[in-house]
């Protein structure tokens, strides 16, 4: 049986001795870099929220055309047509869009957006009208949302 060299002993003895300052040390790290890697995700996700929304209420924003006739009265109004985006009449639609991100599971964010009016979920679901302005600016923004999420920081 071969004799070990009483220095590796003593290397080894230090070794055992600094593991748990060492343990503490990493763990600490690790908490440091998740901690901002989910503050990046979080404004990343909020960036992007915000982005999307304000794509949608530019989508919504333009105006009914109202035809005035001889008289000054308006005789008939214009409204969006199957498959355009909704045009604004009162924009009750247009100002009541909201967003909000939150922290659905630790380190994992969702960005919400939408409209508490009926007629906003009546004009995004409706097959008929064709008229999705959420969804279908979603889509749209697609690449753009991608890039800001995963693409590098700048």
């Not at 055309?65 to 355009?84: D, P, Y």
């Not at 009162?90 to 599971?105: A, D, G, N, P, R």
């Not at 380190?107 to 009546?122: H, K, M, Q, R, S």
């Amino acid at each position: 049986m071969a004799t070990v060299n009483p220095k590796v002993l003593e290397a080894r003895a230090r070794r055992v001795s600094d593991a748990p300052s060492s343990k503490i040390r990493w763990e600490w790290f690790l908490r440091e870099v998740n901690d901002k890697v989910a503050t990046t995700m979080q404004r990343r996700v909020q960036m992007a929220t915000e982005y999307v929304k304000s794509r949608i209420v530019q989508n919504i924003s333009r105006p009914v055309t109202k035809v005035v006739g001889k008289r000054g009265w308006i005789v008939s109004t214009e409204r969006s047509k199957s498959g355009e985006f909704p045009k604004a009449d009162t924009t009750q639609l247009l100002k009541t869009i909201f967003s909000q991100v939150l922290e659905t599971s630790p380190g994992v964010w969702d960005g919400f957006i939408g409209t508490p009016l009926d007629y906003g979920a009546i004009l995004e679901t409706s097959a008929r009208l064709n008229r999705s302005f959420l969804v279908r600016t979603l889509n749209e923004e697609r690449e753009t949302i991608v890039r800001m999420l995963a693409g590098p920081l700048k």
